[in-house]
């Protein structure tokens, strides 16, 4: 039975997309009959989650954690976080034995699992979610250009280098590294998924949270989730009050919070335009569904850019999952998700008065939402299920086990 060790930033009980990814490929591997394990760094203590043991259970899985405080200033910290990781690493290697070493970017973790596997000779396979260098810019914390963007794009290419396969979530991010000199057939697309199981009908209208929220006999816009400045929730703020004229029933319902919060409400408090957008703030994440049953069309707006470009998202496949239409910008990680006309609607990045335009069209043409609904779903379940996504590391697994047994043998 193959054993399976997946080296992570962080995990369960945190709450993110990183984690949720993690989450649903360990347990769909479990349900192929894979043993698996993984094992966090520093930083699952430093996104907000005290470990308290060196071994925990979260959601039925098992994780192994780091427990140290690394302490310096940048970039010391991040070598001695390295250097920590890759202790752990060869601790856990050494009491749990796996047959392949499963490193999921950043690249901080792929260097920690690169020294154990050219150490021990396990094989290592390591998966490229994003670019963080990219993230980092979409995030406002970094800048593309700067020399920490070019050392984190270097390490990058080291660990891809090292590592006997490479993973990523989409095609974009296969082509860039191509592009990069990268062997095309070293690299395995696993895309973004959902559990399909987790999914059946789209939940009942919150009628009390209507009423609460003062959204009765409108059509609401929705977007939950982080407020990062990619996400252009203020092209889609822009776009409100010329949507209002097209349609004069429409309400955007923005759900969460982060760094762009304080400027997007400011610009709905100089544009007038508080009667048709409402900010509920960060939402318990039992609550989040009760703002979901409100929706009527989710809403994707990110602004075009490396990052936004090369990465596709979660959320549209859950909401096309779930049963929900979905309007997106046509940046290029929508559009590996959506096809326009057929499975949900594309507007053009960063203009407005398109977006409006767009939007309005989608809302008077609601006759046709069931047929989109359907094909959508079918979409997600035919093309982006995790049970049929997972199958497709087993080969990886597979060849690099045997070609390690075989330079053994030799």
Same mark, same amino acid.
């Given at each position: 039975?193959?054993?399976?060790?997946?080296?992570?930033?962080?995990?369960?009980?945190?709450?993110?997309?990183?984690?949720?990814?993690?989450?649903?490929?360990?347990?769909?591997?479990?349900?192929?009959?894979?043993?698996?394990?993984?094992?966090?760094?520093?930083?699952?203590?430093?996104?907000?989650?005290?470990?308290?043991?060196?071994?925990?259970?979260?959601?039925?899985?098992?994780?192994?954690?780091?427990?140290?405080?690394?302490?310096?200033?940048?970039?010391? $910290? #991040?070598?001695?976080?390295?250097?920590?990781?890759?202790?752990?690493?060869?601790?856990?290697?050494?009491?749990?034995?796996?047959?392949?070493?499963?490193?999921?970017?950043?690249?901080?973790?792929?260097?920690?699992?690169?020294?154990?596997?050219?150490?021990?000779?396990?094989?290592?396979?390591?998966?490229?979610?994003?670019?963080?260098?990219?993230?980092?810019?979409?995030?406002?914390?970094?800048? @593309?250009?700067?020399?920490?963007?070019?050392?984190?794009?270097?390490? #990058?290419?080291?660990?891809?280098?090292?590592?006997?396969?490479?993973?990523?979530?989409?095609?974009?991010?296969?082509?860039?590294?191509?592009?990069?000199?990268?062997?095309?057939?070293?690299?395995?697309?696993?895309?973004?998924?959902?559990?399909?199981?987790?999914?059946?009908?789209?939940?009942?209208?919150?009628? $009390?949270?209507?009423?609460?929220?003062?959204?009765?006999?409108?059509?609401?816009?929705?977007?939950?989730?982080?407020?990062?400045?990619? @996400?252009?929730?203020?092209?889609?703020?822009?776009?409100?009050?010329?949507?209002?004229?097209?349609?004069?029933?429409?309400?955007?319902?923005?759900?969460?919070?982060?760094?762009?919060?304080?400027?997007?409400?400011?610009?709905?408090?100089?544009?007038?335009?508080?009667?048709?957008?409402?900010?509920?703030?960060?939402?318990?994440?039992?609550?989040?569904?009760?703002?979901?049953?409100?929706?009527?069309?989710?809403?994707?707006?990110?602004?075009?850019?490396?990052?936004?470009?090369?990465?596709?998202?979660?959320?549209?496949?859950?909401?096309?999952?779930?049963?929900?239409?979905?309007?997106?910008?046509?940046?290029?990680?929508?559009?590996?998700?959506?096809?326009?006309?057929?499975?949900?609607?594309?507007?053009?990045?960063?203009?407005?008065?398109?977006?409006?335009?767009?939007?309005?069209?989608?809302?008077?043409?609601? @006759?046709?939402?069931?047929?989109?609904?359907?094909?959508?779903?079918?979409?997600?379940?035919?093309?982006?299920?995790?049970?049929?996504?997972?199958?497709?590391?087993?080969?990886?697994?597979? $060849?690099?086990?045997?070609?390690? $047994?075989?330079?053994?043998?030799?």
């Amino acid at each position: 039975m193959t054993r399976v060790l997946h080296i992570l930033d962080h995990s369960l009980p945190l709450h993110s997309g990183y984690c949720f990814r993690t989450r649903a490929i360990m347990k769909a591997q479990i349900a192929q009959g894979l043993t698996v394990a993984g094992v966090t760094g520093v930083r699952q203590d430093q996104n907000g989650y005290q470990a308290s043991a060196p071994k925990e259970e979260a959601d039925g899985l098992e994780f192994f954690r780091t427990l140290a405080d690394v302490q310096g200033p940048s970039p010391v $910290r #991040e070598w001695r976080e390295v250097s920590v990781f890759a202790d752990r690493i060869a601790q856990v290697v050494a009491e749990w034995r796996p047959d392949i070493l499963h490193a999921h970017s950043p690249a901080l973790n792929g260097l920690a699992a690169l020294r154990i596997a050219q150490r021990t000779g396990i094989p290592l396979i390591y998966e490229i979610r994003a670019f963080w260098e990219d993230a980092a810019v979409g995030n406002g914390t970094g800048r @593309e250009g700067s020399p920490r963007y070019w050392l984190t794009r270097q390490l #990058e290419n080291h660990v891809v280098g090292g590592a006997d396969a490479v993973a990523v979530i989409c095609e974009g991010l296969k082509s860039d590294l191509v592009s990069r000199g990268v062997a095309a057939d070293k690299i395995t697309v696993s895309p973004n998924g959902v559990d399909m199981g987790m999914f059946g009908a789209p939940p009942a209208p919150d009628e $009390r949270l209507r009423r609460e929220l003062g959204l009765g006999g409108k059509s609401v816009l929705g977007f939950i989730g982080s407020f990062y400045d990619y @996400e252009g929730l203020d092209d889609l703020i822009a776009a409100m009050p010329i949507l209002e004229e097209l349609e004069s029933t429409t309400h955007l319902l923005l759900v969460g919070g982060g760094p762009m919060e304080e400027a997007l409400k400011q610009q709905v408090a100089d544009a007038g335009c508080e009667g048709i957008v409402t900010f509920t703030g960060r939402v318990p994440h039992d609550e989040v569904e009760r703002y979901y049953s409100l929706m009527d069309v989710m809403v994707y707006p990110r602004k075009s850019m490396r990052l936004t470009d090369l990465v596709t998202p979660l959320k549209p496949l859950e909401a096309m999952a779930q049963g929900r239409i979905v309007a997106a910008s046509d940046v290029g990680g929508h559009k590996e998700l959506i096809e326009d006309g057929v499975t949900g609607v594309l507007f053009p990045a960063g203009n407005p008065q398109k977006i409006a335009e767009k939007l309005a069209d989608l809302l008077h043409a609601r @006759e046709n939402w069931p047929q989109t609904i359907e094909i959508a779903k079918k979409f997600v379940s035919a093309d982006r299920n995790w049970s049929s996504n997972i199958l497709r590391y087993n080969p990886v697994y597979q $060849r690099l086990i045997a070609g390690k $047994r075989f330079e053994q043998a030799a």
